[in-house]
């Protein structure tokens, strides 16, 4: 039976235009129509470029039809909006860049418009990527495909929602904490964290400027791996950017996993889990020995201290970063005739309760007094933490663990407590932290069919080995073939 359109993976739909079976413009369109009948229940689009997509849908039909092609002629695609698109409003989830149309596009995603992208739109997120739920967004909740009356995910809880409604092929995140992998796990999809430095951060409105990364959200390993080889690279408008050579992630994916040494870290098996959770992920171990890897329990000895080390280092840079909204060069401003007023009532009007929240926590955190006590030694801390990854990668490939203690938790129901929001991150800041890469893959469901993510973590630019044991789990499972119904 022919699938719809809407539901075809990336690499599906190419081989189905490079067939003449179907045009760029008639995917499009089907997704559109997707978009049209359910992401009013959703919720996960803050602007649907349709004149837009259909013009470049009719552009990469043209060029295929001259013989023309490229890795992805046609291919419908949605990005997070915290990334930078000339022309098309770009909000950060914030009132305070309502009306905010950038001159200038990121690298990332300029190198998807370069190899043929279709834009359908942007996707929501939590204020500036301030958050694990989407609850935080300046507009409207996302809601869980797999259930609406729970979260997303966050922050790239938009491009999560999205994908696994079938709205999209696939979409972009980015990930600071764990705001790709998290909305991967709690949407049943797979969530790719790539290495710091492996895609440019040009056009990335900062979060947190050491920790954040582009991400990818997709269907399966395949597309994740094609986005991130269109994606990767030295890019010389991003100084931290690295020169390092992009391998081939497509041929990595076909080798097997004999010999693979996957390590098992007791310090993420918290106590807590649900137990759905634990006894998926291990399962997922259990098969992943089974295809011929081996696994050894390993120790992180430092995991303990991440999260308050993350939200140290995370709302530090955060506060700097987000100095430059005043109200004076672009975005809203609150009007006031005096300059300094019109900076407090702007910011006091522009931002949300969650970022004025991490400002202070940052500002807090580097005033004089307390910078040495605190930012300094969270510092300090964040080597440590490395230095456990960099010892555990002497002795395996790859890292395998849940993604969070939990499935997706009801909307509102963490909303009053941001210290049990945080906590939500607790297994994934790591990596962001260590600048390593990670991937979460669908593992199973728990008593209420909510999905489950198992997380694979690689050393820092490791992303074609981790590829290549997330694909094989993939293959040797039905798991990313279920679907939420919408």
């Given at each position: 039976m022919t699938k719809p359109l809407h539901e075809l993976t990336i690499h599906e739909a190419l081989a189905g235009m490079r067939r003449g079976d179907f045009t760029s413009l008639m995917?499009?369109?089907?997704?559109?129509?997707?978009?049209?009948?359910?992401?009013?229940?959703?919720?996960?689009?803050?602007?649907?470029?349709?004149?837009?997509?259909?013009?470049?849908?009719?552009?990469?039909?043209?060029?295929?039809?001259?013989?023309?092609?490229?890795?992805?002629?046609?291919?419908?695609?949605?990005?997070?909006?915290?990334?930078?698109?000339?022309?098309?409003?770009?909000?950060?989830g914030s009132r305070i860049l309502d009306n905010y149309n950038p001159p200038y596009t990121a690298t990332a995603v300029a190198r998807l418009e370069a190899a043929g992208m279709v834009m359908l739109g942007k996707t929501n997120t939590d204020e500036f990527a301030m958050g694990s739920s989407t609850e935080n967004s300046g507009y409207f909740t996302t809601h869980n495909p797999w259930d609406t009356d729970r979260v997303p995910g966050g922050s790239s809880g938009g491009s999560?929602?999205?994908?696994?409604?079938?709205?999209?092929?696939?979409?972009?995140?980015?990930?600071?904490?764990?705001?790709?992998?998290?909305?991967?796990?709690?949407?049943?999809?797979?969530?790719?964290?790539?290495?710091?430095?492996?895609?440019?951060?040009y056009g990335l409105i900062a979060y947190g400027s050491s920790l954040d990364q582009v991400g990818?959200?997709?269907?399966?390993?395949?597309?994740?791996?094609?986005?991130?080889?269109?994606?990767?690279?030295?890019?010389?408008?991003?100084?931290?950017?690295?020169?390092?050579?992009?391998?081939?992630?497509?041929a990595a994916l076909d080798g097997d996993i004999a010999g693979l040494r996957i390590g098992l870290p007791q310090e993420y098996f918290v106590a807590g889990m649900q137990p759905a959770v634990e006894h998926a992920v291990r399962a997922a171990v259990a098969e992943l020995e089974r295809l011929g890897a081996t696994v050894t329990p390993i120790n992180l000895p430092n995991t303990d201290k991440a999260l308050p080390v993350y939200y140290l280092v995370a709302t530090a840079e955060a506060s700097a970063n987000l100095a430059r909204f005043d109200g004076i060069r672009y975005g809203y401003s609150a009007g006031a005739s005096a300059m300094m007023e019109n900076i407090r009532a702007t910011r006091g009007e522009g931002f949300g309760a969650e970022v004025k929240r991490r400002i202070m926590l940052g500002a807090y955190a580097l005033s004089a007094g307390y910078y040495d006590a605190y930012y300094l030694k969270a510092q300090q801390v964040r080597t440590l933490i490395k230095q456990d990854f960099e010892r555990a990668f002497a002795q395996v490939d790859v890292i395998a663990c849940p993604v969070a203690p939990t499935t997706a938790f009801r909307i509102g129901e963490k909303a009053d407590d941001p210290l049990a929001m945080y906590l939500s991150d607790v297994l994934t800041v790591t990596l962001n932290l260590a600048g390593m890469c990670g991937v979460s893959v669908p593992c199973g469901f728990d008593e209420a069919g909510l999905p489950i993510g198992l997380q694979l973590m690689g050393p820092h630019l490791g992303e074609a080995t981790l590829l290549r044991a997330a694909h094989a789990y993939e293959r040797a499972?039905?798991?990313h073939r279920y679907w939420a119904e919408v």
């Open positions: 995917l499009t369109q089907a997704l559109l129509d997707r978009i049209a009948a359910v992401d009013g229940r959703i919720q996960a689009y803050l602007t649907v470029t349709a004149e837009q997509a259909r013009v470049q849908a009719v552009a990469a039909d043209r060029r295929r039809a001259a013989g023309e092609d490229a890795p992805l002629l046609g291919v419908p695609l949605a990005i997070k909006d915290v990334l930078s698109t000339a022309g098309v409003r770009t909000t950060c999560g929602a999205v994908v696994a409604a079938q709205m999209a092929l696939a979409a972009l995140g980015t990930d600071t904490g764990g705001s790709v992998r998290l909305p991967a796990s709690f949407c049943g999809i797979v969530g790719l964290k790539p290495s710091y430095g492996r895609i440019s951060r990818i959200l997709a269907k399966d390993v395949r597309d994740a791996a094609l986005l991130l080889q269109v994606m990767a690279g030295h890019d010389p408008y991003d100084s931290t950017s690295l020169p390092a050579e992009t391998p081939d992630y497509l499972t039905t798991w």
